[in-house]
């Protein structure tokens, strides 16, 4: 069963870099990890998406291991304005279509 | 990216009533999705929106409660039947222009309560 995991919480201070993985132990080959930032009363806004290795933007950083089993979003220099729930997505591909898994999401907790 | 709208972005209705929610895209796309979103939980996918013909439903989720339209490439709409207190909820559409990565973009939402 497709299942994608990540920490219910996490707490961080200005201008610190902040980690946060999620678990993807039934990913495939061809399945993507995209990652949402959502605020309060919007919808959740696309960060990154990644395949294998490291992708990088102008925002965050998708760090994926050789075996894919997790991934981690890396966010430099937080600031008080990135407090928000963080999203994991895997769109797990079968025979019977694409499943769309969200994580259950991780809330980020910028202080000053 | 994608610049997606929705209506109406918030509404209370009676138990037992019908509400239609829309969403439009700025341009063509080629999948669109409905997700419902419970109070501080996450996002559930209930269908895939088939442009031409009948919606993809996710299991739990069913076509006479949740009948769906995709006319074109820019437009869906989601209609929450018979509702109950429990389909309180916030609606979303997202849409897909790369079938390969299911890049999504969402829309605002669409705040639903049901009294």
């Known amino acids: 069963l497709a299942k994608t995991t990540q920490p219910i919480s996490m707490d961080s201070y200005e201008g610190q870099e902040v980690n946060i993985t999620c678990s993807h132990n039934n990913i495939a080959t061809n399945d993507y990890i995209t990652w949402y930032q959502q605020f309060p009363s919007q919808g959740p806004r696309f960060i990154i998406q990644g395949y294998k290795t490291k992708v990088t933007n102008e925002v965050a950083s998708l760090f994926i291991p050789a075996d894919r089993k997790s991934s981690t979003l890396s966010l430099p220099r937080v600031s008080l304005s990135d407090t928000a729930v963080y999203y994991c997505l895997v769109a797990y591909a079968g025979q019977a279509g694409t499943a769309l898994i969200f994580g259950k999401g991780t809330t980020l907790s910028v202080s000053s | 990216s994608a610049v997606i709208s929705q209506k109406p972005s918030r509404d209370i209705c009676q138990r037992g009533t019908s509400l239609t929610i829309q969403c439009q895209v700025d341009s063509q796309v080629t999948m669109m999705f409905w997700y419902r979103q419970q109070p501080g939980q996450s996002l559930t996918l209930i269908a895939t929106a088939n442009q031409g013909s009948e919606a993809t439903y996710e299991s739990g989720f069913v076509i006479d409660k949740f009948p769906i339209s995709r006319p074109n490439l820019t437009f869906s709409t989601l209609t929450v039947s018979n509702m109950s207190p429990e389909d309180s909820s916030i609606y979303l559409c997202?849409?897909?222009?790369?079938?390969?990565?299911?890049?999504?973009?969402f829309g605002p939402g669409t705040r639903l309560t049901v009294t």
């Open positions: 997202s849409v897909v222009r790369d079938r390969g990565t299911y890049e999504q973009y």
